[in-house]
């Protein structure tokens, strides 16, 4: 109940077209689900989040929808370019207690020039 | 850069030996949280501190153990190292123990012979 599944594992996309990594999670009382993007020899960095109370929410390139009904999430980037090449983890949290975020498996993101 | 930063950048311990991780937060965040981050996996949480205190676990063994001092420094020991312990270590650093932001270090890499 406590895992947060990503896929894909990989993903190679041209510039300019869209990208997009998918999240599911069993934990119905997880209510913050962020994105992080990670370079190389780098920490995470956060890149987008979202509450369960709406759909979607864009910021820039960077769209995540919300699936409640399917415990479902995804990061949408529009106009992928070869900056954009990084690791992505999508992640869960609960806001009440402890502030344990689980971590998905991460997608390797490479935008061909 | 997010202003926490980690000590040392790579380390080589043999098994059964101790090892003393360093990070320092961001100025005025009384909140640290230490992960683990496996070759090609995501960050899994190894505990916080919110004002020198343990503030909740995840699932490792008592062997990790963490201290948090005053002046936004922290550390994370591993006792009796095991093959297994070799990985990515992160610090992220949060405002409180309430926010759901936080600022990652850049890790420390720890393998274990």
């Given at each position: 109940?406590?895992?947060?599944?990503?896929?894909?594992?990989?993903?190679?996309?041209?510039?300019?077209?869209?990208?997009?990594?998918?999240?599911?999670?069993?934990?119905?009382?997880?209510?913050?689900?962020?994105?992080?993007?990670?370079?190389?020899?780098?920490?995470?960095?956060?890149?987008?989040?979202?509450?369960?109370?709406?759909?979607?929410?864009?910021?820039?390139?960077?769209?995540?929808?919300?699936?409640?009904?399917?415990?479902?999430?995804?990061?949408?980037?529009?106009?992928?370019?070869?900056?954009?090449?990084?690791?992505?983890?999508?992640?869960?949290?609960?806001?009440?207690?402890?502030?344990?975020?689980?971590?998905?498996?991460?997608?390797?993101?490479?935008?061909?020039? | 850069?997010?202003?926490?930063?980690?000590?040392?950048?790579?380390?080589?311990?043999?098994?059964?030996?101790?090892?003393?991780?360093?990070?320092?937060?961001?100025?005025?965040?009384?909140?640290?949280?230490?992960?683990?981050?496996?070759?090609?996996?995501?960050?899994?949480?190894?505990?916080?501190?919110?004002?020198?205190?343990?503030?909740?676990?995840?699932?490792?063994?008592?062997?990790?153990?963490?201290?948090q001092f005053p002046n936004?420094s922290?550390?994370?020991?591993?006792?009796?190292?095991?093959?297994?312990?070799?990985?990515?270590?992160?610090?992220?650093?949060?405002?409180?123990?309430?926010?759901?932001?936080?600022?990652?270090?850049?890790?420390?890499?720890?393998?274990?012979?």
């Amino acid at each position: 109940q406590q895992q947060v599944k990503q896929s894909p594992q990989s993903l190679i996309v041209q510039k300019g077209g869209i990208s997009i990594i998918n999240c599911a999670y069993e934990n119905t009382a997880f209510d913050y689900f962020p994105w992080y993007q990670q370079f190389p020899g780098k920490g995470p960095a956060l890149l987008i989040a979202i509450r369960p109370d709406v759909s979607e929410k864009k910021e820039g390139r960077f769209t995540i929808s919300f699936n409640k009904s399917a415990k479902q999430f995804s990061l949408h980037i529009m106009d992928s370019q070869p900056g954009d090449s990084a690791t992505y983890f999508c992640a869960a949290l609960r806001t009440s207690g402890t502030y344990k975020y689980i971590f998905g498996t991460g997608t390797r993101l490479k935008v061909l020039a | 850069e997010t202003g926490v930063t980690q000590s040392p950048t790579h380390l080589i311990k043999t098994r059964g030996q101790q090892v003393t991780l360093r990070c320092s937060s961001q100025s005025g965040h009384n909140t640290v949280s230490w992960y683990q981050q496996a070759l090609g996996q995501g960050p899994q949480f190894i505990f916080q501190y919110y004002r020198e205190e343990e503030n909740g676990r995840g699932n490792f063994p008592p062997r990790f153990s963490g201290l948090q001092f005053p002046n936004y420094s922290s550390e994370l020991n591993v006792n009796a190292l095991e093959l297994d312990d070799s990985a990515l270590y992160l610090c992220a650093s949060s405002l409180t123990s309430g926010s759901t932001e936080q600022f990652f270090g850049p890790g420390t890499r720890l393998t274990v012979l």
